[in-house]
């Protein structure tokens, strides 16, 4: 059940308080320890949602256990549990789909998934450059997977969507392409030529360079769902300040692609983000405050998440996107792109009058 509208900010608020600040301030542990059974279940659907129970529920857990308070103690160790058990059963299926893959001739890269350590999202995102038959013939074979039903823009976008049993969360493969409409695939290849590898519980995964991280990142928020999760700032504000992060890479790569102005305008809405909750901004480069569009004034709680405005901001990082495609003379990524607004319209009536838009994203 989703919270009550009217406390949707609060509890997204404290949710960003809990993740992002080193120390969260007593009035928001406060909040948690005073909201009711019904409340505190629609707390943590939200932080299910943006993918941070785990991160949002530990200083509640510390807190109720310096405190006393055992009721909420053992509410948090128990939603704790919980969460570790499905992680660490999707983490095993997780490892074994890739191993299958790649011992296939399937290079895949785990997108986005890793990303929200140590907390797990509720799909698993894969990108492979291997052909379409091939993967899905492997899925179905060696896991028994069910292939769901593919949108419009799932086929534009070339993805696939698996259900296995025994797996609950579905498994989400790229081939090829990325972007909304599949337009990105000289992009796209850097998932695969530039990975590297990762150790998690004694797993071991391929995922993508810090680089890719950021510009996966984007191409979720800024440029298909248009909304912030409180995992993508945290997730994100980890990479900007490891010291690992080439920004001059970063730029140039995203150049390329037409996606600089919403790169840089996504990092810089995270560093927003981060001086609200932490006291203190992430340092930037000049070139990437100056390339930014906007910061995090104009990202707004709305609908459960942090909302970025479609008009004018986010049509205005489309229209980039397709007119240095089109400069560039990608005339197959142009075309792609320009179906993108009837496509966008299609999923609004849908959405109107079925109250879903699946059919067509």
Not at 16 to 28: A, R
Not at 148 to 160: I, P
Not at 303 to 321: D, E, I, K, N
Request: charged share 25%; net charge neutral; aromatic share 8%.
């Amino acid at each position: 059940m989703a919270p009550v509208v009217a406390r949707e900010a609060e509890f997204l608020d404290a949710l960003c308080s809990l993740t992002l600040s080193p120390n969260p301030p007593n009035k928001v542990l406060s909040l948690v320890e005073s909201l009711s059974e019904t409340e505190r279940a629609d707390l943590l659907s939200l932080a299910n949602s943006h993918h941070v129970i785990i991160r949002a529920l530990l200083p509640v857990s510390q807190h109720a256990a310096k405190t006393g308070n055992v009721a909420l103690a053992k509410w948090a160790t128990d939603s704790l549990d919980q969460e570790y058990s499905r992680i660490s059963n999707a983490l095993t299926w997780l490892e074994s789909i890739c191993s299958e893959l790649e011992s296939a001739g399937c290079p895949t890269t785990v997108m986005k998934s890793l990303d929200h350590w140590p907390d797990l999202g509720n799909d698993l995102d894969l990108y492979s450059t291997a052909e379409d038959e091939k993967i899905v013939a492997l899925m179905v074979e060696r896991f028994k997977a069910h292939i769901e039903a593919r949108s419009w823009g799932d086929r534009l976008a070339n993805k696939w969507n698996f259900a296995i049993p025994g797996l609950p969360e579905s498994v989400e493969i790229h081939v090829r392409r990325l972007g909304q409409t599949g337009e990105h695939t000289r992009l796209a290849q850097r998932f695969v030529t530039r990975r590297r590898k990762k150790a998690l519980e004694g797993h071991t995964y391929f995922i993508p360079a810090q680089e890719e991280r950021i510009i996966v990142a984007t191409l979720q928020r800024m440029y298909r769902h248009f909304y912030f999760r409180v995992c993508d700032i945290a997730n994100s504000a980890t990479i900007m300040e490891s010291g690992e992060l080439d920004f001059k890479e970063l730029q140039r790569a995203s150049e390329q692609a037409g996606i600089w102005p919403g790169v840089a305008t996504y990092m810089l809405v995270v560093s927003d983000h981060v001086k609200r909750y932490r006291g203190s901004a992430i340092q930037l480069p000049l070139e990437v405050i100056k390339a930014a569009r906007f910061g995090g004034e104009q990202i707004k709680p709305r609908a459960r998440f942090l909302r970025v405005p479609v008009l004018p901001q986010g049509a205005s990082l489309y229209t980039h996107q397709l007119t240095r495609t089109a400069c560039r003379g990608d005339v197959p990524a142009t075309f792609r792109l320009s179906l993108l607004p009837p496509l966008a319209s299609a999923a609004a009536v849908a959405y109107k009058i079925t109250g879903s838009d699946k059919g067509v994203w």
